[in-house]
């Protein structure tokens, strides 16, 4: 029997976990302003968290729930199943994390695994103008907010919960909870992230 | 519609690269490399890692929220995951270049368009076949900079792909930093409009 395992990431830190196939991650921002970095390395320990394909497949600039989180190599890699918020940047990555390069150097991982990350519970908006000029919302996550992933092949997931690189305010505890549900349905998805899970499916998971 | 040289710096490259194909270039510092969309509308694919140490590599993400802007153009600073300034966008005659979409590739056509894309050439083939002599594999593959494509992004938290914003003889020039290697994948898509349904051939010409 798998148990539920349950861990607050203080502010400022960083943490690693591996995930098997089918459980959920669900963080919770333990203050306003939390931020939660976070890097996905896949089962075969090379493929791992594209952004780019990830946003365009289905075509946003944010991860909110209903999206598939995709790897290099098209294989669906989580999937973002539930969120009190429906905006978690992926636009402006994290600074240089001397913690977060540890976690991954434990696992065997470096520098060049610095791929991009989410940043959930941060946004940074974007506006309408010739350059697509950013702003960090500094409103935006509260005490209680939450995000769910089901993980759709066996993950190692890094975290840091440094501030976000353009806040100013301080850092925040998250907390993470692993589950083991039965099964956790679909959520409603485009046809794009319906393929990336039918192929992750039927070829490792 | 080739280009030709108006300054005193040596022309050290003027190569041709034909749709679909790709090149590594060294660039020194100081180095200025013109990329010429000849008959518009191609997206070039573009990666950039310090020449002495190829774990100090472009990163799409931290060089936007560095300018605080999405989109490229003439004086865009292209930083390394270590915030290094790799390279300085100095000319663009186009207005504005991607560096969200990343680049094509067969497993990301096929969850795009479907199985029968399968098997079409894709950019990172190419980063892979050209990289390969620099140590550039698939763990250092990383997001690059689409130059000539156009990838709007909205307030609304929207992303597509439209036709691009070039034209024939439109030009980008990017000057190094530091020594170079510039990884060109000369995208092959013929699956969206980034190419305009038809890849063209570009000009790659260095000055140093
Ligand atoms: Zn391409």
Redesign the interface.
């Known amino acids: 029997m798998t148990l539920d395992h349950t861990h607050e990431v203080p502010g400022g830190a960083a943490w690693s976990a591996p995930v098997r196939a089918g459980r959920t991650i669900t963080l919770t921002a333990l203050a306003d302003g939390a931020n939660a970095t976070m890097l996905i390395i896949g089962a075969d320990r090379l493929d791992r968290l594209n952004i780019p394909d990830t946003l365009k497949s289905q075509m946003s600039a944010r991860i909110k729930p209903g999206m598939v989180l995709m790897s290099d190599r098209g294989l669906a890699l989580a999937t973002v199943t539930a969120s009190t918020l429906d905006w978690h940047d992926c636009l402006t990555g994290a600074l240089p994390d001397q913690l977060l390069l540890l976690e991954l150097t434990k696992h065997g991982f470096g520098e060049p695994d610095l791929h991009a990350c989410i940043n959930f519970f941060s946004k940074v908006s974007v506006a309408d103008d010739p350059r697509a000029s950013l702003t960090y919302v500094t409103d935006h996550a509260h005490t209680g907010d939450t995000v769910t992933l089901r993980a759709d092949q066996d993950l190692l997931i890094f975290l840091s919960t440094a501030s976000h690189a353009l806040s100013d305010g301080p850092s925040a505890s998250v907390a993470v909870r692993l589950e083991t549900p039965d099964h956790t349905p679909d959520p409603e998805l485009r046809e794009e992230a319906i393929r990336a899970l039918r192929l992750t499916r039927e070829l490792i998971a | 519609m080739t280009i030709t040289s108006t300054t005193s710096t040596t022309v050290a490259l003027d190569t041709v690269v034909e749709a679909g194909d790709g090149a590594l270039v060294t660039v020194p510092s100081g180095g200025r490399l013109q990329i010429v969309d000849l008959h518009g509308n191609q997206a070039v694919d573009t990666l950039f890692y310090d020449a002495h140490d190829i774990?100090n590599r472009y990163?799409?993400?931290?060089t936007?929220?560095e300018q605080?802007?999405?989109?490229l153009?003439t004086g865009s600073r292209l930083v390394s995951?270590?915030?290094d300034e790799l390279a300085v966008i100095t000319d663009d005659t186009c207005g504005?270049h991607d560096t969200?979409?990343?680049?094509c590739?067969q497993?990301?056509n096929?969850?795009?368009y479907?199985e029968f894309t399968r098997h079409q050439h894709a950019c990172r083939q190419t980063f892979l076949r050209y990289g390969a002599k620099a140590g550039i594999g698939?763990?250092?593959?990383?997001?690059n900079v689409n130059f000539f494509m156009n990838?709007?992004?909205?307030?609304s938290?929207?992303?597509?792909?439209e036709d691009g914003l070039s034209a024939p003889g439109k030009y980008v020039e990017i000057t190094a930093s530091r020594d170079l290697f510039v990884l060109i994948s000369n995208c092959p898509q013929v699956n969206n409009p980034c190419n305009g349904w038809d890849p063209t051939p570009i000009q790659l010409l260095g000055r140093w």
């Open positions: 774990d990163s799409a993400f931290d936007i929220r605080r802007a999405v989109f153009t995951t270590r915030l504005r969200v979409g990343g680049a590739s497993e990301s096929v969850i795009r479907g698939q763990r250092q593959l990383t997001h990838v709007p992004v909205t307030s938290g929207g992303l597509t792909f």
